[in-house]
């Protein structure tokens, strides 16, 4: 396998780590920071999403890890998050979920057989899908349950919808437990996620700030499930997570069901998702470049308008002919595809892990394990491939049809936002790391009062404790943070230049305070050489001259006006 030398960026982890904790001591810790009597609070796909988009902030990376209650901690702190969902949105997406699978998920394989525009078999009567049952004891009963029912369902060759399965990936050295709404397996044996939103999809299209949401999320489902795939073709057992810088290889082990991040549904996203027009996605080859942020091609119909969070470069893999079933991994890929195409091009960046050899023939002269086969001349999309099991890089997204309550369906391209939140998941510094570091004795334990709801702690005592954190704050955690509001303040309180925004923060370079910049762009302080200095020098002078220069001309405005008065003869 592949190894990558440690990043040197500040919010990386270090390049000599501690020994790393045994689950059993991570665990107990985990609990002390939370509080004897506190549950650990899951850990979803939107939270990770935004955890990926600040990876930087070792406070979130903490709270998370150790499944602590960020909104009640901000309640506490008396900075509460004004951010969620309405009990109304959660129950419309609930009935919506509800209508879309019924008839035992039949009516979703058909948006999704529509969209594909292939040549597997439609769902029907004689074709029904098959709909394993996913119950077990645990989370982690059901990730193990989950991955036998995708074995079975992908041999099967039959479409099967598995409905809320779990999925288990490492992030920050803890596991999270992940619940997508669901997973079709195609006869052919590919995977595709399923995001069913709540808001509406008009003449299909939705809102773009939406889908990307809801694309950053399916991608974290992909992540999670390229580890289900890759331990399927021979990689590390079913018992351990993915870490998401390399999936099914480099793993940890999950620890017990007692203190660990136990799993949940999250609720319907009214404010997550994109741009859906209709496209293709058919095709039989996998193949993977590592490395690698991939941007969908211009003239592609299908892909979701990218929120500005999905951070970092992307490169783009042209398609190339493929006449057997191989997987093929380029490391390091920074190829960009031809404009114009109408499909995405086959090639993905997602799967960091060693190239699959083609499948051998079977032993005493049997017929070959499968027979080699030309793509269709639209290409394939897959994210990662194991024992002819692979993930699609397209999620189908469901959402009501103009206002009703009818499903409509369109195919959304989230390879980059897989690239981009691979990287910024493989940043965060670990859970571990981070806690050695707090000072003795810290917690975050609210000492809830008999009625399980009132802090007793005092906020003082509890602010020290979040402190002993770093954070790392910016305007755009206000959307995505419970403890925003508390972390804004003390940037105001700390004269940050962080609350101008990450941009701003950038340009000024080792100017770190409101105060410095002021005295900068004065000429009090600074290196003039300093490029940051110069700039805000030359703002400062083209603002004093603007401002005399209006000056002056109001003054004459207001000479005029009076000379005209003292002229005009009285009426």
């Not at 308008?305 to 970092?312: I, L, M, N, S």
């Not at 100017?511 to 940051?532: I, S, Y």
Request: net charge negative.
């Amino acid at each position: 396998m592949t190894t990558f030398p440690e990043s040197t960026s500040p919010d990386s982890s270090p390049a000599t780590r501690p020994a790393t904790a045994s689950p059993t001591t991570l665990r107990q810790r985990l609990a002390e920071l939370r509080g004897p009597a506190a549950a650990p609070r899951p850990l979803d796909a939107r939270a990770l999403a935004a955890l990926a988009a600040n990876p930087g902030c070792r406070r979130r990376v903490l709270l998370d890890g150790a499944g602590v209650d960020k909104g009640a901690l901000a309640r506490a702190l008396g900075a509460p998050a004004t951010h969620g969902q309405s009990q109304f949105a959660i129950a419309r997406g609930n009935v919506f979920e509800a209508r879309v699978k019924a008839d035992g998920g039949e009516a979703l394989v058909r948006l999704l057989h529509d969209r594909l525009r292939d040549d597997s078999p439609a769902p029907g009567p004689a074709f029904p899908p098959l709909t394993p049952d996913l119950s077990a004891a645990g989370p982690e009963g059901r990730t193990a349950r989950t991955a036998l029912a995708l074995r079975e369902a992908t041999a099967a060759g039959r479409w099967t919808v598995l409905d809320h399965p779990l999925l288990a990936l490492e992030v920050a050295g803890t596991p999270a437990y992940l619940e997508p709404d669901a997973i079709v397996v195609h006869p052919d044996g590919d995977w595709t996620i399923v995001e069913i939103k709540s808001f509406p999809m008009i003449d299909g299209a939705a809102d773009p700030g939406k889908v990307g949401a809801a694309a950053r999320q399916a991608a974290v489902y992909a992540l999670a499930l390229e580890g289900v795939a890759a331990r399927m073709g021979g990689g590390p057992g079913d018992g351990e997570t993915a870490s998401p810088g390399t999936p099914g290889g480099d793993t940890h082990p999950s620890p017990p069901a007692d203190g660990t991040v136990p799993p949940t549904r999250g609720a319907y996203d009214e404010g997550d998702a994109a741009h859906l027009p209709p496209t293709p996605d058919t095709g039989r080859t996998a193949e993977a470049a590592q490395g690698a942020d991939d941007t969908p091609p211009a003239g592609t119909r299908a892909l979701p308008a990218h929120a500005p969070h999905d951070e970092g470069d992307a490169a783009h893999l042209p398609p190339t002919p493929d006449t057997g079933r191989t997987a093929e991994a380029a490391q390091g890929a920074d190829d960009t595809p031809p404009t114009g195409t109408t499909a995405a091009p086959a090639h993905t960046p997602q799967d960091e892990g060693a190239a699959a050899a083609p499948l051998p023939p079977a032993s005493d002269g049997g017929p070959v394990a499968e027979a080699p086969v030309a793509p269709p001349a639209d290409g394939a999309s897959r994210v990662g491939r194991a024992a002819g099991a692979s993930v699609r890089e397209r999620v189908l997204l469901v959402c009501p049809k103009d206002f009703s309550n009818l499903p409509d369906a369109e195919l959304v391209d989230v390879r980059k936002q897989i690239a981009t939140t691979r990287r910024q998941l493989a940043r965060l510094t670990r859970v571990e790391d981070i806690a050695a570091a707090l000072p003795e004795g810290t917690t975050f334990d609210l000492r809830l009062a008999d009625d399980g709801r009132t802090a007793t702690r005092p906020a003082a005592e509890l602010a020290a404790a979040v402190e002993a954190a770093p954070a790392a704050y910016a305007p755009d955690c206000l959307a995505a943070c419970e403890l925003a509001f508390h972390c804004r303040a003390r940037s105001r309180a700390a004269d940050a230049v962080e609350t101008l925004g990450r941009g701003v923060r950038g340009e000024l370079g080792g100017l770190a305070t409101v105060g410095a910049v002021l005295a900068a762009a004065r000429g009090e302080e600074g290196d003039p050489a300093d490029p940051a200095v110069a700039a805000l020098r030359r703002a400062a002078a083209l603002r004093a001259e603007a401002l005399e220069v209006l000056s002056a001309s109001g003054s004459r405005v207001r000479t005029t006006a009076g000379a005209a008065e003292e002229e005009s003869p009285c009426p």
